[in-house]
């Protein structure tokens, strides 16, 4: 697939269930700017026929090639970065459904799920995106558990969220000036670890809004739910070149931006 073509399927997508990016992107667009994507991040779900393997082989086919390798121990998440010259980078997690930490109702509602992919290539699963009808039941029940598995049972195979580079950015200068552009527009941020995550030292720091809502037709009924956030990215040289990594603890708390309720 065409990179460009992906990216901007996917942007469409993304804000359509994402009022926020979009009321972001026109608020710095009238402040003359034009805004560079640092990365999109994708969830799904450890198994051989959507997991991180199977997402490497989808981005290999686009040029990217695998980064930094990442583990969340809390969250049961593994995690790699992709990159490819002049494309935005790629985080994809997988949850680690089989995980001893969840139960019997978490496992066998994610095998449902892998059952109603019907084994169909990562390609495919981001046209379809949700090849299973979700129950707000379920949904809840999940949530108690694990928010990144009922924000992918909810969602499906979908951009969780775009990321705005702070660093091609004219008038603001890094993310505590990109923090208060949004506060004074009244836009939420994701407070989970403070608002700003990550150091200079670290080579990347980060802030993101807190999740926009949008209605899923659930099979019990339509209800608002958390979709999908924006992200900023302000990164910085280590050894005399630009750090094109994460770091964990951020992205950690930044995970937390889809949670129904901050805690
Ligand atoms: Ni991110």
């Not at 009022?19 to 991040?41: F, Y």
């Not at 790699?80 to 995980?99: C, K």
């Not at 949904?139 to 990321?163: D, I, P, Q």
């Not at 339509?222 to 992200?231: A, D, F, G, L, T």
Request: aromatic fraction near 14%.
């Amino acid at each position: 697939m065409n990179p460009a073509h992906f990216f901007a399927r996917e942007w469409k997508d993304y804000a359509s269930v994402t009022s926020l990016a979009s009321q972001v992107h026109r608020l710095l667009e009238a402040k003359g700017e034009h805004v560079e994507n640092d990365h999109i991040a994708l969830r799904t779900l450890a198994h051989p026929s959507m997991g991180l393997e199977s997402m490497l082989g989808f981005f290999n086919d686009m040029g990217y090639e695998q980064g930094g390798e990442y583990f969340f121990a809390d969250k049961r998440l593994r995690a790699i970065h992709l990159e490819a010259p002049n494309l935005p980078l790629v985080f994809v997690s997988e949850f680690l459904y089989e995980d001893d930490k969840f139960s019997n109702f978490v496992r066998e509602t994610m095998e449902e799920l892998i059952a109603a992919c019907d084994g169909r290539e990562v390609l495919e699963l981001f046209e379809i995106r949700r090849p299973w009808r979700p129950s707000f039941a379920t949904y809840e029940k999940l949530a108690v558990e694990s928010e990144y598995a009922a924000w992918f049972y909810a969602w499906g195979f979908r951009t969780n969220h775009f990321t705005v580079s702070v660093n091609e950015l004219k008038s603001i200068n890094d993310i505590a000036g990109m923090n208060k552009f949004l506060k004074a527009h009244n836009i939420q941020l994701n407070t989970s670890g403070g608002e700003i995550k990550g150091t200079e030292v670290q080579g990347l720091v980060q802030s993101s809004t807190q999740a926009s809502t949008f209605e899923v037709d659930f099979i019990d009924g339509k209800k608002m739910i958390p979709s999908c956030y924006y992200e900023f990215a302000k990164r910085y040289e280590i050894n005399g070149a630009l750090y094109r990594g994460f770091v964990p603890a951020s992205a950690d708390k930044i995970f937390e931006s889809t949670n129904r309720v901050q805690r």
